[in-house]
């Protein structure tokens, strides 16, 4: 099989340089609370961040454990039940929530590069889009923060009855290492405009981008910073500053923006820092983006702990329909970008390319040339499409896929190595004559390794398509509208895509059927992971009404 474009040369010097490696906690970076083993010299635990493009460090991140944890909850908590956040008006939460967006907007390109050095997306990739995403979709839950209200119900008898909607507490909110910052703008979002409190476990792959973040999110942007310069004078534009609020005077000049204790960040491995965020007793709330295994636990121990109510993104093996009246060249273009975005590493991939017999020969060939053509290489590079994988362990895992897809029988029409000898790159790959039982058609890859299977008519394929435990996404070409309304209808997935993919509104709901989650993010949807309801009943004293 050919080989993708290689990138054997020094790796660009990212455009940005690291500042934060602290956990942040009430409002402040602080050390890890457990310390190095070696007496002499002490020093908050940490870990190192490696860069996916050589495997080397970028830098050390004080690594979170259960007594950070109970830090970081503390500071959620005191903040949530005595604090101004849920307190203030929801206009002023907005205005907070659409200055954090106005923030990262202004720093997009430092965002961009800091989270392409750390987790290898092509920078073009990070700066056109995901952080985009991120700064669109907090903007779309400022909007909502003044916008949630509760109802009133016409219940029988002499009663006023009106239900209200509130904040649920302390959201856990547990964040993948594929997508840091959009998963994260997609669970903080919707936690802040309802006005919970908030601590965030970023992935150990990681954890540089959210620390930038979430300092922002204290900050003031310089447009409105004169309006607090001065607390004493009569003019202070402190509406959504409580004098309840824990912060000293001085640090109020430095951080307006969210109060402190409303979004802590704790980085750290999943069964230490992830397990103690999950079992939690002071966490009301959890919400996770991640493996269907991981997920699994975590349900489980928000279950034996206080019964908090757990959302869940897990993962996927969607299926990707090309039926014969379909546009090939789109089909092609759109199912290529379905797999190889992000290296592979979307929980939504188009991961396995269903095409009709009438043209499958045609995609096959297409679909070849189109990956053969895919730019592999340093993702700070303009023009390259795909970087490397994250890290060692999933580079070893699509390896021995990619071998498992040889195996198995299914044929190799492009890549099937590593590109390179040095970081985690992978050349995008192409199994044809896949077929339903092997490993590479059931399994999520999560890498650059696109499977297609050959189909004879709309109900075989139906049944083939939802023949898995996930039902995350689907993606349908075709220009019958019969069709496509018969696949919408009997897919059973959260989202079906109809000649189009990675359509990711901040309005529109995601998340999984069946094993591919709990719960729906974005959206309207995306609010009531983070509302309690309570119904409130009052007698009527003239019965009459
Ligand atoms: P992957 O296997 O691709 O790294 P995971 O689902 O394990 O995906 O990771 C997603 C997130 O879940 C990360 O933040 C990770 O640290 C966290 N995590 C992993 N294991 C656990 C666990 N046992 N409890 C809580 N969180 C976990």
């Given at each position: 099989?050919?080989?993708?474009?290689?990138?054997?040369?020094?790796?660009?010097?990212?455009?940005?340089?690291?500042?934060?490696?602290?956990?942040?906690?009430?409002?402040?970076?602080?050390?890890?609370?457990?310390?190095?083993?070696?007496?002499?010299?002490?020093?908050?635990?940490?870990?190192?961040?490696?860069?996916?493009?050589?495997?080397?460090?970028?830098?050390?991140?004080?690594?979170?454990?259960?007594?950070?944890?109970?830090?970081?909850?503390?500071?959620?908590?005191?903040?949530?039940?005595?604090?101004?956040?849920p307190?203030?008006?929801a206009?002023?939460?907005?205005?907070?929530?659409?200055?954090?967006?106005?923030?990262?907007?202004?720093?997009?390109?430092?965002?961009?590069?800091?989270?392409?050095?750390?987790?290898?997306?092509?920078?073009?990739?990070?700066?056109?889009?995901?952080?985009?995403?991120?700064?669109?979709?907090?903007?779309?839950?400022?909007?909502?923060?003044d916008k949630i209200h509760g109802l009133t119900v016409p219940a029988d008898g002499p009663h006023h009855v009106q239900v209200l909607h509130e904040p649920i507490?302390?959201?856990?909110?547990?964040?993948?290492?594929?997508?840091?910052?959009?998963?994260?703008?997609?669970?903080?979002?919707?936690?802040?405009?309802c006005g919970?409190?908030?601590?965030?476990?970023?992935?150990?792959?990681?954890?540089?981008?959210?620390?930038?973040?979430?300092?922002?999110?204290?900050?003031?942007?310089?447009?409105?910073?004169?309006?607090?310069?001065?607390?004493?004078?009569?003019?202070?534009?402190?509406?959504?500053?409580?004098?309840?609020?824990?912060?000293?005077?001085?640090?109020?000049?430095?951080?307006?923006?969210?109060?402190?204790?409303?979004?802590?960040?704790?980085?750290?491995?999943?069964?230490?820092?992830?397990?103690?965020?999950?079992?939690?007793?002071?966490?009301?709330?959890?919400?996770?983006?991640?493996?269907?295994?991981?997920?699994?636990?975590?349900?489980?121990?928000?279950?034996?702990?206080?019964?908090?109510?757990?959302?869940?993104?897990?993962?996927?093996?969607?299926?990707?329909?090309?039926?014969?009246?379909?546009?090939?060249?789109?089909?092609?273009?759109?199912?290529?970008?379905?797999?190889?975005?992000?290296?592979?590493?979307?929980?939504?991939?188009?991961?396995?390319?269903?095409?009709?017999?009438?043209?499958?020969?045609?995609?096959?060939?297409?679909?070849?040339?189109?990956?053969?053509?895919?730019?592999?290489?340093?993702?700070?590079?303009?023009?390259?499409?795909?970087?490397?994988?994250?890290?060692?362990?999933?580079?070893?895992?699509?390896?021995?896929?990619?071998?498992?897809?040889?195996?198995?029988?299914?044929?190799?029409?492009?890549?099937?190595?590593?590109?390179?000898?040095?970081?985690?790159?992978?050349?995008?790959?192409?199994?044809?004559?896949?077929?339903?039982?092997?490993?590479?058609?059931?399994?999520?890859?999560?890498?650059?390794?696109?499977?297609?299977?050959?189909?004879?008519?709309?109900?075989?394929?139906?049944?083939?398509?939802?023949?898995?435990?996930?039902?995350?996404?689907?993606?349908?070409?075709?220009?019958?509208?019969?069709?496509?309304?018969?696949?919408?209808?009997?897919?059973?997935?959260?989202?079906?895509?109809?000649?189009?993919?990675?359509?990711?509104?901040?309005?529109?709901?995601?998340?999984?059927?069946?094993?591919?989650?709990?719960?729906?993010?974005?959206?309207?949807?995306?609010l009531k992971?983070?509302l309690q309801v309570k119904a409130v009943v009052t007698p009527l004293e003239n019965p009459a009404w």
């Amino acid at each position: 099989a050919a080989t993708a474009v290689a990138a054997e040369e020094e790796p660009i010097t990212p455009p940005v340089q690291v500042h934060y490696t602290q956990l942040l906690i009430n409002g402040q970076f602080v050390d890890a609370a457990s310390a190095f083993s070696s007496a002499s010299l002490y020093c908050g635990k940490t870990f190192p961040t490696l860069d996916p493009r050589t495997g080397e460090v970028i830098a050390h991140v004080a690594e979170g454990e259960a007594e950070d944890v109970n830090r970081a909850v503390a500071a959620a908590r005191k903040a949530f039940d005595e604090g101004s956040w849920p307190r203030m008006t929801a206009y002023d939460r907005s205005r907070i929530m659409y200055r954090f967006a106005d923030l990262i907007e202004k720093h997009n390109n430092e965002i961009a590069a800091l989270e392409t050095w750390d987790n290898g997306k092509p920078y073009e990739q990070a700066a056109e889009m995901e952080i985009p995403s991120l700064t669109r979709v907090i903007r779309y839950y400022a909007g909502w923060a003044d916008k949630i209200h509760g109802l009133t119900v016409p219940a029988d008898g002499p009663h006023h009855v009106q239900v209200l909607h509130e904040p649920i507490g302390v959201a856990g909110q547990i964040i993948p290492w594929n997508f840091p910052l959009l998963l994260y703008g997609w669970k903080v979002g919707p936690a802040l405009a309802c006005g919970n409190t908030i601590v965030v476990k970023t992935a150990e792959q990681t954890p540089l981008s959210a620390l930038y973040v979430s300092k922002l999110a204290h900050e003031v942007p310089s447009a409105v910073q004169v309006l607090t310069v001065d607390i004493t004078s009569a003019n202070v534009d402190s509406t959504y500053f409580h004098d309840k609020d824990p912060f000293p005077f001085p640090a109020f000049q430095m951080k307006a923006g969210l109060p402190p204790g409303v979004l802590n960040v704790i980085s750290g491995f999943g069964p230490t820092a992830g397990a103690s965020l999950a079992s939690h007793m002071n966490v009301d709330k959890l919400s996770f983006t991640g493996s269907t295994d991981t997920g699994r636990i975590v349900l489980e121990l928000a279950a034996r702990s206080n019964l908090k109510p757990v959302t869940l993104e897990l993962g996927g093996k969607s299926p990707f329909i090309v039926c014969e009246d379909a546009d090939v060249d789109k089909a092609v273009e759109l199912a290529h970008r379905a797999l190889f975005f992000n290296q592979g590493q979307c929980c939504c991939s188009g991961s396995r390319t269903f095409v009709h017999e009438h043209v499958y020969d045609e995609f096959v060939e297409k679909a070849k040339e189109r990956a053969l053509k895919r730019t592999v290489g340093d993702p700070f590079r303009k023009g390259v499409e795909q970087g490397p994988q994250i890290d060692e362990k999933q580079f070893n895992k699509t390896l021995d896929y990619i071998r498992s897809g040889v195996e198995s029988g299914a044929t190799l029409q492009a890549g099937g190595g590593r590109v390179g000898s040095k970081g985690y790159f992978i050349q995008p790959t192409i199994f044809s004559d896949v077929k339903d039982e092997m490993t590479i058609a059931r399994e999520e890859i999560f890498g650059p390794v696109q499977s297609i299977l050959k189909f004879k008519n709309i109900d075989e394929v139906m049944v083939r398509a939802n023949a898995t435990r996930y039902g995350l996404a689907a993606g349908v070409f075709t220009k019958n509208l019969n069709t496509a309304n018969t696949l919408i209808r009997g897919l059973k997935v959260g989202t079906v895509w109809i000649n189009c993919f990675f359509v990711f509104d901040a309005a529109i709901p995601f998340g999984g059927f069946k094993m591919s989650g709990q719960g729906r993010e974005k959206g309207m949807y995306g609010l009531k992971n983070y509302l309690q309801v309570k119904a409130v009943v009052t007698p009527l004293e003239n019965p009459a009404w």
